[in-house]
């Protein structure tokens, strides 16, 4: 578990509730109704069984073969807007991995596969498309350039995500930007041959993008 940080949860304490909890995703959050006489000790452990429950269910939802779809799906609608369709690359492999402390995402243009951390799943849709969408695209060009960004232009809240995914990395709950050090499998990839550091990953896309920009690689 310890791949995917603390949600943000709601605590709603109900006087009608006797012993029973419940939990449900809304938006960004995990809301959980607990009765309101329990003791703190007895409210901590349920809201953490209760969460870990929602959690877990998300993690189950979010297995690699849906991610495979979603991924030829994205690449299909994004990199085809800008590419021939004999063009659009196609991934041989998408993953959810929780190997990835410091990263959102990796991508091997070598052999086609891409991995996408677990700490994605508890976020926003929209976001995981970015990152997904972004990896895909490193298929078709390694390095953060203009044509690079090029291809994402039709990916909705494009900003929005990268400014989610630098506020999250902000806050330091975890990582420093998808690209940054500390991969502990140590893979080649794209990213990490073109910018082992953050900062010349931020450069690099700075100076290629304009408004588009390039993976911040906060904290
Ligand atoms: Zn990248």
Known sequence: MDAIPDPQVEIRRSARRR?????YREGDRIV?????????????????????RIVARERRRGDDAE?????????????GAHLPAAHVPLPS??????TMQSRWGSCTPADGTIRLSERLQTMPDYVVDYVLTHELAHLVVA??????????TTVPHLERARGFLDGYAAAGRHGK???GKGEPDGSADADGTAA????AEARGADGAAG?????RTPG
């Open 196 to 199: 082992t550091d953050g900062s």
């Open 211 to 215: 408004t588009a920009g390039g993976d």
């Open 143 to 152: 390095e953060h350039s203009e044509r690079f960004w090029q291809l994402l």
């Open 19 to 23: 012993r029973t909890g419940s939990a």
């Open 177 to 179: 930007g998808w690209h």
């Open 67 to 79: 991610l495979f779809e979603r991924a030829v799906r994205l690449a299909r609608r994004h990199l």
């Open 32 to 52: 959980v109704l607990v009765p309101q006489r329990l003791s703190r000790a007895a409210e901590a452990e349920l809201v953490e069984t209760l969460v870990a």
């Open 93 to 98: 492999s998408v993953r959810w991995v929780d």
